[in-house]
């Protein structure tokens, strides 16, 4: 087994033929939960990396939220659409694996949680970490003729990392900055700092003329801001306060990019859950929300029609 004693900073593990996680069918189990954007990353790797079937899922309840217990599982599959048991142990709590593994942890209890079975330990429980490295992780057992995404191409690398740069403190955080924000201040500074970043995305996209972010390719940028993007209207815009516009209204090649992945690639709408991801959050924060109302709209949670010449498109901007 390994076992960290006492961290607070998590696993970081990587699966590779060099070292203790080795690409091995069924070896490993992930947990996570459908709400949350960083879980989301992990799922979407597993759709556009042929990975469905080399790492099976469980997935938390998005509520209640237990004080001093944190998310826990369905005690059946039936009991919260899209929830499953945790078939490994029937652990109650995402905590219980945390303690599981090192029975010191002093973090947080979040997931994703990617975890070895044969160790009886975490792999990780870093998204931006295994967004890196776990979409080519298994290539090795993979049949060569198996399609998958290339997320971290070569020629497109440095416009990759000088854009994460950014994307990841303004946007992806940045919501989350501009919900929390107090007092009023702050919450002005963070929320302007939320919509800058919608600007220079809305401005890129428009730039390098879709369908992907930085052109025709298909990058591991395009999953860190579709988890955030997709939960914006029907959600931070009223939960985080992120109100200064819409991404439907006020973004357009942002919203044919959103609308794009959502309908005509395939892993983006089977990843997606909005009722996990509208009642964790409105039901869990009773500090935000007191009566625990999940809004109905926006709706349709997500539009349809697609625009396949991104030159009739104006460029949004919210000036901010």
């Known amino acids: 087994m390994i076992h960290q004693v006492g ?33 989301h990353r992990v799922d979407l790797v597993r759709h556009l ?3 469905v079937d080399i790492i099976p899922v469980s997935i938390v309840r998005p509520w209640p939220k237990v004080a001093g217990k944190g998310l826990k599982f369905p005690e ?20 219980d694996l945390y303690f599981k593994a090192d029975t010191n ?50 020629a497109v690398r440095s416009a990759i990392d000088e854009t994460t740069v950014w994307m990841q403190p303004e946007l992806n955080g940045g919501v989350y900055k501009a919900g929390a924000a107090n007092p009023q201040e702050a919450y002005n500074q963070a929320v302007a700092v939320v919509f800058r970043a919608l600007n220079k995305l809305e401005k890129l996209l428009g730039k390098n003329g879709g369908p992907f972010i930085l052109g025709d390719q298909l990058t591991e940028l395009d999953l860190r801001a579709y988890t955030t993007l997709i939960r914006f209207d029907p959600i931070y815009v009223q939960h985080c306060k992120c109100n200064l516009g819409m991404i439907r209204h006020d973004y357009p090649h942002i919203h044919n990019w959103l609308k794009n992945l959502y309908w005509n690639v395939p892993g983006f709408q089977e990843t997606t859950d909005f009722m996990h991801i509208k009642e964790s959050y409105t039901k869990n924060e009773p500090d935000v929300n007191p009566k625990g109302i999940t809004p109905m709209g926006p709706i349709p949670n997500i539009e349809r029609a697609v625009t396949e010449n991104w030159d009739e498109l104006r460029v949004g901007f919210i000036g901010v």
């Open 7 to 39: 961290t607070s900073d998590g696993w970081h593990g990587i699966i590779a033929h060099e070292g203790p996680f080795t690409p091995v069918a069924g070896r490993y189990h992930l947990y996570i939960g459908l709400f949350c954007p960083f879980s």
């Open 76 to 95: 059946t599959d039936e009991e919260y659409p899209g929830a499953t048991v945790d078939p490994l142990f029937g652990t109650e709590f995402v905590q």
């Open 49 to 51: 990396c042929g990975l």
């Open 105 to 154: 942890y002093k973090g947080s209890w979040s997931t994703p949680v990617l975890w070895d079975k044969w160790t009886d330990s975490v792999v990780s429980n870093e998204s931006a970490e295994m967004l890196r490295w776990l979409p080519n992780a298994f290539d090795s057992i993979l049949p060569a003729t198996q399609k998958r995404a290339d997320l971290y191409p070569i």
